[in-house]
């Protein structure tokens, strides 16, 4: 069983960044992929970046490609996703996602567990 809580959301300028985190906890964590995912009012929920296990990139939304970044530390239990650049389009509440499996989907139907979110607001 894993448990997910996001933070590092916020207000930002245009062309500012934002490092969101997710903290996990249960003992099965480095046995997992994740992804991040943002959902803006009145839009479906997108997927941004995935990593499978080992750390390894999987994916990424044309939208964010070459100004967001995901990491992890599984000795920290401790998920990242650095936005750089931000626009006013990346308005959203952003979620971290689990899947029991090694390698990370960009289905939100193909994840275990869900965080809760974290608020960013980008003004110009």
């Known amino acids: 069983q894993v448990q997910l809580v996001e933070s590092g959301g916020g207000l930002a300028l245009a062309g500012g960044s934002l490092r969101l985190s997710c903290a996990a906890s249960?003992?099965?964590?480095?046995?997992?992929?994740v992804g991040w995912f943002r959902q803006a009012p009145g839009k479906a929920r997108e997927f941004v970046l995935g990593?499978?296990?080992?750390?390894?990139?999987?994916g990424a939304a044309d939208s964010v490609k070459g100004r967001f970044t995901i990491s992890r530390d599984n000795d920290k239990n401790m998920v990242y996703l650095q936005m750089n650049r931000l626009k006013p389009e990346d308005t959203a509440v952003y979620y971290c996602?689990?899947?029991?499996?090694?390698?990370?989907?960009?289905?939100?139907?193909?994840?275990?567990?869900w965080g809760q979110g974290t608020q960013v607001t980008v003004n110009s």
């Open positions: 249960g003992r099965t964590f480095s046995s997992y992929s």
């Open positions: 996602a689990g899947r029991a499996d090694p390698f990370a989907s960009s289905r939100n139907n193909d994840y275990d567990y």
């Open positions: 990593s499978n296990k080992s750390g390894g990139v999987t």
